[in-house]
């Protein structure tokens, strides 16, 4: 997709959305506009020698870390490593993470960052140098009680512990500048399975409201990365049948439901799903229409789109990535009464795990695993009672009450602190 089209669609969509809830809790247009900006937008070139099969060649690799707003706490959000990363993109997501945060009432404002860069054609050493780069270049901006970095699409707990790294050289060891990271290194118990954990927590909540029984219910995931795979095997121990996965490259089809360990195991093996035994080949296009009770698009943003809306044959998507969803395609999945869960509020398990994993670092003292899940699933479902119950009452869709909801609590933050 050119970079051009896929800025302005992030950018497109979440300014609709806000739109909605701005109208329904009658802002004025100066607030509009404060809350749209972002506090600080900081984009950096990273000059690489990398070594390639042709010989050594250097490269200039672009770099963003956008800060959002941080009324209600420090800044907080992922790291992106993917060749599409433009600025747009990154402003959307930034500002996402801040509605994110305040929904899921932690204290922490919204940021994001990203490199665009293939990793599929870097070496993990190359790879090293450039986060450490990144991060050294970044590191004015960054801080325990300034800016944390979580990992994101491309990014892992190996990325995260680079950072660490790289910041703790001048700063002393400073395991809460990231989250995500290595147990070994400070990470938390349940970091790594939070967002796909928490997915499957609250489609199985959303669904049993439908009368849809997550027991053998058919379910579609686009993306098996860290979201997708978690996502699947939680909902697949709950005893629902996963008949679609894909990844970037393809996706596989089994009418009687995959197994995912054997999936997980298949991609570590070889890289991707395809090939993956019992299952058929399908293509991406393919999966997200494909008849089934859940569609769970995990994987980056507007896959369903203008192209594919009035195809989808779910009767609820849950938006396991981040702005998965044009927002044209979201009115016509609503005008077709499909429920759609967001994502500041499907995912949110992965910024709350995060923000458990911060809280012990500066504790020093560590959770056991059943603790961090067990709070997880307790604020998990209040916050998702609270849209719920707030959809209900003003009689709208469960995104424009979770972003009421978010939104009138960074506005409220504002005006207390007189921005
Ligand atoms: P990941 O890099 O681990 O996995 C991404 C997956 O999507 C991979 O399987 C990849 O092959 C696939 N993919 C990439 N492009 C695709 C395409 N065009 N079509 C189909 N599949 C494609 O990333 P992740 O951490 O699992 O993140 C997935 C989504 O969840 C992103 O939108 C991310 O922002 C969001 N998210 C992640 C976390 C987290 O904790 N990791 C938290 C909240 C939200």
């Known amino acids: ?16 959305f806000l739109e909605r809830a701005f109208e329904s809790l009658q802002l004025r247009a100066a607030q509009r506009e404060l809350l749209l900006s972002s506090f600080r937008e900081t984009a950096i070139s990273i000059p690489l020698q990398t070594h390639g099969s042709n010989g050594g060649e250097l490269q200039t690799f672009m770099g963003y870390r956008v800060q959002h707003n941080h009324a209600r706490g420090p800044f907080k959000g992922g790291l992106r490593f993917h060749p599409s990363v433009n600025i747009g993109e990154i402003r959307a997501l930034a500002q996402l993470m801040t509605w994110k945060t305040a929904l899921v009432d ?14 599929s ?6 790879l090293e140098i450039l986060t450490k780069r990144f991060a050294q270049k970044m590191a004015p901006i960054l801080g325990v009680h300034q800016d944390i970095l979580a990992p994101d699409v491309g990014t892992n ?16 060891f400073t395991p809460a500048i990231v989250t995500g990271k290595p147990m070994e290194l400070g990470g938390s ?21 439908m009368s849809l029984p997550i027991k053998n219910a058919s379910i579609v995931i686009q993306g098996f990365g860290n979201v997708g795979s978690y996502t699947a095997l939680h909902l697949a121990a709950m005893g629902s049948h996963i008949i679609g996965l894909s990844d970037a490259r ?4 089994c009418k009687t439901g995959i197994d995912i360990s054997l999936a997980q195991r298949h991609v570590n093996e070889t890289g991707w799903l395809e090939g993956l035994a019992g299952t058929e080949p399908i293509s991406n296009a393919e999966l997200l229409e494909l008849p ?7 994987a980056i943003e507007a896959t369903i789109n203008c192209d594919n809306a009035d195809a989808i044959k779910a009767r609820l998507v849950v938006e396991a990535a981040n702005i998965p969803i044009t927002h044209l395609a979201d009115t016509t999945l609503r005008e077709r009464d499909i429920t759609i869960v967001p994502d500041i509020l ?19 003292f560590p959770w056991e695993e059943d603790t961090v899940f067990k709070r997880l699933e307790q604020r998990l479902s209040r916050v998702y009672q609270q849209v719920r119950d707030l959809a209900k009452q003003g009689k709208t869709d469960l995104r424009t009450a979770a972003y009421e909801l978010a939104i009138g609590r960074v506005n409220k933050a504002i005006a207390l602190r007189g921005f």
């Open 292 to 298: 089934c009770d859940i569609l769970i698009p995990a």
């Open 121 to 126: 054609q870097m070496s993990q050493h190359a």
């Open 1 to 16: 997709m050119p970079v051009e089209r896929e800025h302005c669609q992030c950018q497109d969509t979440q300014f609709h």
């Open 106 to 119: 932690i204290p922490f404002g919204g940021a994001k960052g990203g490199i665009a860069v293939d990793t």
């Open 189 to 209: 118990a349940g970091r790594l399975e939070a967002t796909g954990r928490s997915v499957a927590y609250i489609t199985s909540k959303v669904a049993t409201d």
């Open 250 to 253: 393809k996706g596989v089809y």
């Open 157 to 172: 707990p190996q990325v995260m512990a680079w950072i660490l790294e790289e910041y703790s050289k001048s700063h002393g």
């Open 346 to 364: 499907a995912n949110a398990g992965g910024v709350l795990g995060s923000y458990y994993e911060w809280v012990q670092n500066l504790q020093e």
